[in-house]
Nanobody
Framework: QVQLVESGGGFMQAGGSLRLSCAAS????????MGWYRQAPGKQRESVAI???????NYADSVKGRFTISRDNDKNTVYLQMSSLKPEDTAVYYC???????????WGQGTQVTVSS
């Protein structure tokens, strides 16, 4: 079992910055990659950024150059630094732990990010 707790969401004006955190606990050794996903009202959940156990990263085209995913292994925490925020970034952001071997994954409870124009 893996438990994920997100924090750091909130309200921001366009052009501003926010940092999301996702603290993992439990069977940390079973995690292969961690990712941030988001879901806006009326839309499907989409991948935002992923960081693998080896440190490789991947970003959605819509956030490249604006968002940065990173991790602190000592704290078992993954971060999403969001800069130059746009109203279209408004969504509930979810943290996801992807297990080794693709045997499953875990989701956090989500944190709301609202960007005003």
């Amino acid at each position: 079992q893996v438990q994920l707790v997100e924090s750091g969401g909130g309200f921001m004006q366009a052009g501003g910055s926010l940092r999301l955190s996702c603290a993992a606990s439990g069977s940390i050794f079973s995690i292969n990659a961690m990712g941030w996903y988001r879901q806006a009202p009326g839309k499907q959940r989409e991948s935002v950024a992923i960081i693998t156990r080896g440190g490789s990263t991947n970003y959605a085209d819509s956030v490249k150059g604006r968002f940065t995913i990173s991790r602190d292994n000592d704290k078992n925490t993954v971060y999403l630094q969001m800069s130059s925020l746009k109203p279209e970034d408004t969504a509930v952001y979810y943290c996801k732990a992807i297990l080794i071997g693709g045997i499953g994954n875990y989701w956090g409870q989500g944190t709301q990010v609202t960007v005003s124009s």
